[in-house]
């Protein structure tokens, strides 16, 4: 099974940015879709953006003008650049692995977390 170590969140001001970055040990990271999502106080986790292993690329709406995806399967680390960021953006932002798209028995392995705020 594969475990996920999240790092590179913060306190940064509006409009500054973050890099964070997701470090995968113990599976077979070139086979995964790798996903952040986010979640604050009070709100249910959403999507930020995945990249699948040929290197598609999603993004939520809110994120996609500001918001870069990138992995290095060398490294078995997945990055997510942040820009521009606003006090919306601030959550715990999670790493997630999984081998399909969508699944109705497992939702892959979820890291801890690393905390993003942007203050106003």
């Known amino acids: 099974q594969v475990q996920l170590v999240e790092s590179g969140g913060g306190l940064v001001q509006s409009g500054g940015s973050l890099r964070l970055s997701c470090a995968a040990s113990?599976?077979?990271?070139?086979?995964?879709?790798m996903g952040w999502y986010r979640q604050a106080p009070g709100k249910q986790r959403e999507l930020v953006a995945t990249i699948t292993p040929a290197g598609t690329r999603d993004y939520e709406d809110s994120v996609k003008d500001r918001a870069t995806i990138t992995r290095d399967n060398a490294k078995n680390t997945v990055y997510l650049q942040m820009n521009d960021l606003k006090p919306d953006d601030t959550g715990v932002y999670y790493c997630n692995a999984r081998v399909v798209k969508w699944s109705a028995t497992t939702d892959g392995t979820w890291g801890q977390g690393t905390q993003v705020t942007v203050s106003s």
């Open positions: 113990g599976g077979i990271f070139g086979i995964y879709i």
